[in-house]
């Protein structure tokens, strides 16, 4: 009993939950509670990008006019190029007056027609943006770009995987330093998952005269995972 009484005070400044020290009874009420993190990196599956047009007219009908005419042409180029058109939907429309330098005097009006694309075979990307840039000229607005993974099911796995090993490492440790041994799994959560890129996207700029070469680096993506878990000791 002064043994166990030694250990419950030494482990007593531990950032983890120690229950029933004092406890001689071996019903297995003693636990270890620990959080594990796994971490894996996989290639993206899938380019996202947000783009449409912005054009200034005279008058509300010739503004809407000719943004959705550009914006069809960008449609039909991505299109050509590569992109399924059921990939491409509007995600935004919209019309605003432009004022004078005194800001009181409406002189215009500003359309833009701004669409979402979702471009799953990476090696068309930069030729479906080049397409859409040139198609759309002037008029074109890039808002973002990201790549991202569609399909991370295997990557989550593996991530729990890792997790759980990282937490079960701990806790082996723990019992170790305490002086007793690790024994069934009594509880396990998740805390949550995440994806993030560990590489930022390049673009390069126009080239004069033709249509813009744009340069894209997919990077990797990493997804993290975190489990917290209890286990009896004794």
């Known amino acids: 009993m002064r043994r166990l009484t030694a250990i419950c005070a030494a482990t007593a400044g531990v950032a983890l939950l120690l229950t029933g020290c004092g406890s001689s009874d071996s019903s297995g009420d003693r636990t270890v509670t620990v959080t594990g993190t796994g971490k894996v990196q996989g290639t993206p599956d899938v380019l996202n990008a947000?783009?449409?047009?912005?054009?200034?007219?005279?008058?509300?009908?010739?503004?809407?006019?000719?943004?959705?005419?550009?914006?069809?042409?960008?449609?039909?180029?991505?299109?050509?190029?590569?992109?399924?058109?059921?990939?491409?939907?509007?995600?935004?429309?919209?019309?605003?007056?432009?004022?004078?330098?005194?800001?009181?005097?409406?002189?215009?009006?500003?359309?833009?027609?701004?669409?979402?694309?979702?471009?799953?075979?990476?090696?068309?990307?930069?030729?479906?943006?080049?397409?859409?840039?040139?198609?759309?000229?002037?008029?074109?607005?890039?808002?973002?770009?990201?790549?991202?993974?569609?399909?991370?099911?295997?990557?989550?796995?593996?991530?729990?995987?890792?997790?759980?090993?990282?937490?079960?490492?701990?806790?082996?440790?723990?019992?170790?330093?305490?002086?007793?041994?690790?024994?069934?799994?009594?509880t396990i959560s998740e805390n949550g998952s995440g994806t993030t890129p560990t590489q930022t996207p390049m673009y390069r700029d126009a080239v004069p005269g033709g249509a813009p070469a744009i340069n894209l680096e997919p990077g990797q993506q990493t997804v993290t995972f975190t489990v917290t878990a209890a286990w009896d000791i004794g």
């Open 50 to 186: 947000d783009l449409g047009t912005e054009v200034s007219a005279a008058d509300v009908s010739t503004a809407v006019d000719q943004a959705n005419a550009k914006a069809k042409a960008i449609t039909d180029a991505m299109v050509t190029a590569g992109a399924k058109r059921e990939d491409i939907t509007t995600s935004d429309l919209s019309v605003q007056p432009s004022y004078g330098p005194e800001g009181r005097l409406i002189t215009g009006y500003r359309a833009t027609n701004t669409m979402h694309v979702a471009v799953r075979e990476l090696p068309k990307a930069s030729g479906i943006l080049s397409a859409a840039v040139q198609a759309g000229g002037n008029d074109t607005r890039i808002s973002s770009v990201a790549f991202g993974l569609e399909d991370n099911t295997k990557l989550l796995a593996d991530a729990r995987a890792r997790a759980f090993e990282d937490a079960k490492s701990r806790a082996q440790q723990y019992a170790d330093l305490s002086g007793l041994k690790l024994k069934k799994v009594k």
